[in-house]
């Protein structure tokens, strides 16, 4: 009657392998899944977007700081065409005043009286400020770069356009930089936000279909409801002892009610 102290045979089954056979809940319960809870929270720091360290603060000061290194650039421009010199002697400094410009930029420079020459530092100038208020980011500079040519108006013919796009193009700098303690951050507020999963489970669910591979969340099931636990059953136990305690006690009974003489032998 002992028998029940010792261990059953249980389920040892493992993530991977296929259920031997229909696997039914012998009792209903709830729980919280710790599994499906760490995978909801690991698909919510996925889903997590890379944060960057913009804000407006920093593009009006990088703004104003590129501005003030353009106004530098351009000083010397400035100075020629305020100065009294000969169209040939003008066009000849203006040839060699910026040399990081192009070959066709520096001649459309060249060819620039005063008034043309304000226009396309003028917008320059706009489209520069106005490209670093907005947010750029690091991976973008490269294309914003290209694109210069493209928003600048103001009246500007093609070559006047480009020219105007060689004098800013070296000044636009990203004002947005991936932070990874923002991203972390941020991580970490998704992952927080998700509740832990409750799992309900009535008495009589088949838990797993004959033949379908384990996963994580099922190998849970199984160990909630007992069936993968090896281990003594006391409720059986205690059943079987009460049953051996009824059926001695009735034959005692007997002996002393029908065989006094067996019941008082010394």
């Given at each position: 009657?002992?028998?029940?102290?010792?261990p059953?045979?249980?389920?040892?089954?493992?993530?991977?392998?296929?259920?031997?056979?229909?696997?039914a809940?012998?009792?209903?319960?709830?729980?919280?899944?710790?599994?499906?809870?760490?995978?909801?929270?690991?698909?919510?720091?996925?889903?997590?977007?890379?944060?960057?360290?913009?804000?407006?603060e920093?593009?009006?000061?990088?703004a104003?700081?590129?501005?003030?290194?353009?106004?530098?650039?351009?000083?010397?421009?400035?100075?020629?065409?305020?100065?009294?010199?000969?169209?040939?002697?003008?066009?000849?400094?203006?040839?060699?005043?910026?040399?990081?410009?192009?070959?066709?930029?520096?001649?459309?420079?060249?060819?620039?009286?005063?008034?043309?020459?304000?226009?396309?530092?003028?917008?320059?100038?706009?489209?520069?400020?106005?490209?670093?208020?907005?947010?750029?980011?690091?991976?973008?500079?490269a294309?914003?770069?290209?694109?210069?040519t493209?928003?600048?108006?103001?009246?500007?013919?093609?070559?006047?356009?480009?020219?105007?796009?060689?004098?800013?193009?070296?000044?636009?700098?990203?004002?947005?930089?991936?932070?990874?303690?923002?991203?972390?951050?941020?991580?970490?507020?998704?992952?927080?936000?998700?509740?832990?999963?409750?799992?309900e489970?009535?008495?009589?669910?088949?838990?797993?279909r004959?033949?379908?591979?384990?996963t994580?969340?099922?190998?849970?099931?199984?160990?909630?409801?007992?069936?993968?636990?090896?281990?003594?059953?006391?409720?059986?136990?205690?059943?079987?002892?009460?049953?051996?305690?009824?059926v001695?006690?009735?034959?005692?009974?007997?002996?002393?009610?029908?065989?006094?003489?067996?019941?008082?032998?010394?």
């Amino acid at each position: 009657l002992a028998a029940d102290l010792l261990p059953k045979e249980t389920l040892t089954l493992k993530v991977g392998d296929l259920a031997p056979t229909d696997i039914a809940a012998p009792k209903a319960i709830s729980f919280e899944s710790d599994v499906q809870t760490a995978a909801a929270r690991q698909a919510a720091r996925d889903a997590v977007e890379p944060q960057y360290d913009f804000t407006s603060e920093k593009a009006i000061a990088i703004a104003a700081e590129q501005a003030l290194a353009f106004e530098r650039k351009v000083s010397r421009v400035d100075s020629i065409f305020s100065s009294d010199l000969t169209p040939e002697d003008l066009a000849a400094f203006l040839l060699t005043v910026l040399p990081d410009l192009s070959e066709a930029s520096a001649a459309t420079l060249a060819g620039l009286d005063g008034d043309r020459w304000i226009a396309v530092r003028t917008e320059a100038a706009r489209v520069l400020d106005a490209v670093l208020r907005t947010e750029l980011l690091d991976t973008e500079v490269a294309a914003t770069k290209t694109r210069l040519t493209s928003q600048m108006a103001g009246g500007l013919d093609a070559a006047q356009r480009l020219l105007a796009a060689e004098l800013v193009r070296d000044l636009v700098v990203p004002n947005s930089s991936f932070s990874e303690v923002l991203t972390a951050q941020e991580r970490d507020r998704a992952e927080a936000a998700v509740q832990p999963i409750p799992v309900e489970i009535v008495q009589g669910e088949v838990v797993v279909r004959n033949g379908t591979p384990l996963t994580a969340a099922d190998i849970e099931k199984i160990e909630a409801l007992g069936l993968g636990v090896s281990g003594p059953d006391p409720t059986s136990f205690i059943g079987w002892l009460m049953l051996s305690i009824l059926v001695v006690g009735m034959l005692l009974a007997w002996i002393w009610r029908f065989r006094p003489g067996l019941w008082h032998r010394d």
